[in-house]
């Protein structure tokens, strides 16, 4: 296997780096946003440079090669055929979540998600004038689950749609086939359609255990089922804005195309070049990053146990820990980290302000040194206590 590496640091700062640009002229380490610290595959950035070399960027569409990708990499991961036409191209995840609110109901219905979750989550309802309804997940045996008695219970006769993430962010859950099951028999037994985010679904780390995606399950889910997916996550193409949705039945995905009209744009021709080498190259990548991650998510779980008042979960998938810091006695912990010099997403945002979220996709050093400073802090926190 080829050597890759993730531990040289490329320097951000004066990038325009979105992560990078929020503590300019500051000594934070930014562990914040859902942006990995690496270089993108070898193959990718070749090919961007061939098509920057060829000097013309037009208006452009989706070719047949990057369609046979997406249905390629779908069955041979996830066992999952499927049609050409139920693909739909998106210029990120977050505008597929929010046209999938588009096309759930009237206006004034309601649409249930599960706390805590990715941000966007919790605010696209009301962008399409639905009102939201959260349950939260139960903890238990170092894990995030679903009670499904409390989910049926927040169900409404209004609720038109089940907003899920999967594998979760910010919790780190690959949910088994049991639990896809469940819900999807919730959803089934309430008539509510299913917007699925599986954004992380190649970032699953736990060797042990497979994405399945939920509308692979039958038919008769598939038919309710809003799929959304991109290589964004995995390759770090964030910034070049391409998705896919992935929808089955005709009429549901007649609907989203007219959500979409005169509002959506069409995918840029660097998504749509980056995307399909993302897609066909030979892995390598991929299984070695895995496998940093792996090792990264070691060093965080370790360090975390070590450090008083805090508690993480074991994370299954994605690059981000979710970081439970209510025993530590810290009223407001996004701030106080950011005096020791680490810069963390704030738990509020996902619906649980005592947590804050880790994002360890980063070369081993800015991790290494982003933890030292955490521990430092609340040994000197500790410290103080002690004196006073």
Not at 109 to 126: G, Q
Not at 306 to 322: C, F, I
Request: glycine share 6%; with cysteine; aromatic share 8%.
């Amino acid at each position: 296997m080829q050597n890759y590496d993730f531990d040289t640091i490329v320097d951000r700062q004066g990038s325009a780096s979105l992560k990078w640009e929020r503590y300019k002229g500051r000594d934070i380490l930014p562990l914040w946003v859902a942006d990995m610290d690496f270089k993108s595959p070898p193959a990718v950035i070749d090919a961007l440079n061939r098509r920057v070399d060829h000097g013309i960027f037009g208006y452009t569409i989706p070719t047949d090669d990057l369609i046979e990708a997406v249905k390629t990499r779908l069955q041979a991961d996830f066992d999952w055929a499927i049609d050409t036409d139920w693909l739909l191209w998106l210029p990120g995840l977050v505008t597929g979540l929010n046209v999938s609110c588009r096309v759930a109901g009237d206006d004034g219905d309601d649409i249930l998600t599960a706390i805590p979750v990715y941000p966007p989550f919790l605010s696209a309802p009301a962008n399409s004038r639905h009102n939201l309804k959260t349950v939260e997940l139960a903890y238990a045996d170092n894990r995030w689950i679903y009670d499904f008695d409390r989910f049926e219970k927040a169900v409404t006769p209004s609720t038109r749609l089940f907003m899920l993430c999967n594998p979760h962010n910010p919790v780190g859950r690959v949910l088994s086939r049991a639990e896809l099951e469940k819900l999807a028999a919730l959803c089934e037994r309430h008539d509510m359609l299913i917007c699925s985010d599986e954004i992380h679904c190649d970032l699953v780390l736990d060797v042990d255990k497979r994405h399945l995606p939920i509308a692979a399950l039958d038919p008769s889910i598939a038919k309710r089922t809003i799929t959304l997916m991109a290589p964004s996550k995995t390759y770090n193409l964030p910034g070049l804005g391409c998705s896919y949705a992935i929808i089955p039945d005709g009429k549901l995905r007649g609907r989203f195309k007219r959500a979409m009209a005169g509002i959506v744009p069409g995918v840029n021709l660097m998504g749509f070049c980056a995307t399909l080498a993302a897609l066909q190259d030979d892995r390598g990548w991929l299984l070695a990053l895995r496998e940093y991650l792996r090792r990264n998510r070691e060093l965080v779980s370790q360090a975390i146990e070590r450090m008083p008042g805090l508690e993480v979960n074991r994370v299954e998938a994605t690059y981000l820990a979710w970081i439970d810091t209510h025993a530590s006695g810290i009223p407001d912990p996004v701030p106080f980290f950011e005096d020791a010099g680490v810069g963390l997403a704030e738990g509020r945002d996902f619906g649980d302000a005592r947590f804050v979220r880790l994002n360890f996709g980063c070369p081993r050093e800015i991790l290494m040194t982003a933890l030292q400073r955490m521990a430092a802090a609340l040994a000197n926190k500790a410290g103080l206590l002690q004196q006073t």
